[in-house]
């Protein structure tokens, strides 16, 4: 059972465009709400994250967009660059006790045209 | 600069034979991670520490086991490496508390023969 669900699945955008990922949860115990972007041949980076108790979060020219009660997230590239085209995925974990654990959704590979 | 380096960068190896890999971190986190990510899929986790408890996932198979000596090393052991095993292996670290992010290494790339 997949508790986190990204689409879509790849995504192409001309340079200067904005790019939207789109994540939706199920498990309301998740109360931390990361994206990581992912180049080939390299780990998962931490972009921008984001709590259940703000409805926005704006990092330059990355925003997550958070409805709770939709149980919805998404990430949103403005004027994106080619140096964007990576696999971002989203995630969502809950707290309590040691289990810390990150919840992916598939991942969405984002191309941007020059 | 690198805060969580991983060891070696790609190893190969030949079916049935163990391998280790190596993870070590700068950052003195409580909580370490060992994931396998295959192709075009998200990271999938097998293990955690918290300190030196040990939480493995379900579904994690018993030739993957895992060490961690200190804070700041762990290891990840396969015993009998089969094909399926060939992926990107991926050790992560965090504080451990509530919203803290995990920051990851830039992974092992497990080839077997």
């Known amino acids: 059972q997949q508790q986190v669900k990204q689409s879509p699945q790849s995504l192409i955008v001309q340079k200067g465009g904005i790019s939207i990922i789109n994540c939706a949860y199920e498990n309301t115990a998740f109360d931390y709400f990361p994206w990581y972007q992912q180049f080939p041949g390299k780990g998962p980076a931490l972009l921008i994250a984001i709590r259940p108790d703000v409805s926005e979060k704006k990092e330059g020219r990355f925003t997550i967009s958070f409805n709770k009660s939709a149980k919805q997230f998404s990430l949103h590239i403005m004027d994106s660059q080619p140096g964007d085209s990576a696999t971002y995925f989203c995630?969502?974990?809950?707290?309590?006790?040691?289990?810390?654990?990150?919840?992916f959704g598939k991942g969405t590979l984002l191309t941007v045209n020059p | 600069d690198a805060m969580v380096i991983q060891n070696p960068r790609y190893q190969v190896t030949q079916f049935g034979k163990p391998v280790t890999l190596s993870c070590s971190q700068t950052?003195?986190?409580?909580?370490m991670y060992w994931y396998q990510q295959k192709s075009s899929q998200a990271p999938k986790l097998l293990f955690h520490y918290y300190d030196k408890d040990f939480n493995n996932e379900a579904d994690t198979p018993d030739n993957f086991q895992s060490r961690r000596p200190n804070t700041s090393f762990c290891f990840l052991d396969i015993r009998s490496p089969g094909l399926g095993d060939a992926a990107m292996y991926l050790c992560a670290t965090s504080l451990g508390g509530v919203g803290q992010p995990q920051h990851f290494g830039d992974g092992t790339r497990l080839s077997i023969l």
């Open positions: 995630a969502a974990s809950r707290g309590g006790g040691s289990n810390y654990k990150l919840t």
């Open positions: 950052l003195n986190h409580n909580v």
